[in-house]
């Protein structure tokens, strides 16, 4: 079947502009997490969804990061006014489900990100 | 706040020699541990995973990894490389509903 795809795979974008990034999981997935990554850096969490209800977003860095998932599938990541500090890797992950404050065993499955560049 | 520690940023080896990738992490509650494989262009694929009973974990392409609660460290292990594990690896552990990740180990395996 087919794994978590990711659009645009590569974007630059200038300084000051709004980009949004979509995230499609695998069919039947409950959970959705977005991640970023910087170079020589492991995956940073940013915010996750059960459904189209947001769970947790402490990890986003400042309001202007924002996450969808209107309708319990596609999630779009938005970034206003982007600076060039928000240039990463932004990756999405999808599982079958996670408890809000449990221990999550189930694997996560990643999409090939999102490469963002900030001009 | 719960972390994970990847000593090694880089680990240079020879095709058919073992391997051995570090894995510590900070936590006094019980944890999920992970480890992930990351190849070129492509998202993480999990290579095996800790949630309880045996302390020995075997995953996929012939890895393994031992949780050892004491030492708080849950090492990869691989006898025998080859040239298709040239790849980043990252350990990941859960003590809630999110994964932290640690810093990646970028393993080059020679010919």
């Known amino acids: ?119 | 706040a719960q972390s994970v520690t990847q000593l090694d940023s880089q680990v240079p080896v020879f095709e058919e020699a073992p391997v051995e990738l570090r894995c510590n992490y900070s936590s006094s509650v019980s944890v999920y541990l992970f480890w992930y494989v990351q190849y070129p262009n492509q998202g993480l694929q999990l290579l095996l995973k800790y949630l309880s009973g045996s302390t020995l974990v075997k995953g996929i392409n012939g890895f393994e990894a031992e949780f050892n609660k004491s030492q708080t460290s849950f090492h990869l292990r691989k006898p025998s490389v080859h040239i298709s594990d040239t790849a980043e690896y990252f350990c990941a552990v859960s003590d809630t509903d999110k994964y932290i990740f640690g810093t990646g180990t970028r393993l080059k395996v020679l010919a």
């Open chain 1, 1 to 119: 079947g087919a794994g978590v795809s990711q659009s645009p795979r590569y974007k630059v974008t200038k300084r000051g502009q709004d980009v949004a990034l979509r995230c499609d999981p695998i069919s039947g997935h409950v959970s959705l997490y977005w991640y970023r990554q910087a170079l020589g850096q492991g995956p940073e969490f940013l915010t996750y969804f059960n459904y189209e209800a947001q769970q947790d977003k402490s990890g986003l860095p400042n309001d202007r990061f924002s996450a969808e998932r209107p309708e319990g599938s596609i999630s779009t990541l938005t970034i206003q006014r982007t600076e060039q500090r928000d240039s990463a890797m932004y990756r999405c992950a999808s599982s079958l489900f996670s408890s809000m404050g449990q221990k999550n065993s189930y694997e996560q499955y990643f999409g090939p990100g999102t490469r963002l560049t900030v001009t």
